[in-house]
């Protein structure tokens, strides 16, 4: 079984900065990519961006290309997303996930963590 916790959301006004974690736990999963996906009131969960549990691949949705960055702490089982330049549309709940069953863009996982909520004003 694996344990996902983020933290890190909040409120922040438009051209702020967050930094999510995703701390993950309970068994090993060097092989895994690790996402990160974002639900809107009234909209399906999308693909922020993911990384390769070694750390080497990083991708991102085109909306967030430029202002938010996935990385990784091997050391400490945890996956960060530094969010700059928010902007009001970026406010949602924010998850991490792992163990992909599909393809890794899609909201098919098999781990989720409980999510954090990211509100940007104008």
């Known amino acids: 079984q694996v344990q996902l916790v983020e933290s890190g959301g909040g409120l922040v006004q438009a051209g702020g900065s967050l930094r999510l974690s995703c701390a993950a736990s309970?068994?090993?999963?060097?092989?895994?990519?690790m996402g990160w996906f974002r639900q809107a009131p009234g909209k399906e969960r999308e693909f922020v961006a993911a990384?390769?549990?070694?750390?080497?691949?990083?991708y991102y949705a085109d909306s967030v290309k430029g202002r938010f960055t996935i990385s990784r702490d091997g050391t400490k089982g945890t996956v960060y997303l530094q969010m700059n330049m928010l902007k009001p549309e970026d406010t949602a709940v924010y998850y991490c996930?792992?163990?992909?069953?599909?393809?890794?863009?899609?909201?098919?996982?098999?781990?989720w963590g409980q999510g954090t909520q990211v509100t940007v004003s104008s």
């Open positions: 996930a792992t163990d992909p069953t599909g393809t890794f863009t899609r909201a098919e996982y098999k781990y």
């Open positions: 309970g068994r090993t999963f060097s092989t895994y990519i």
């Open positions: 990384i390769s549990w070694g750390g080497r691949n990083t």
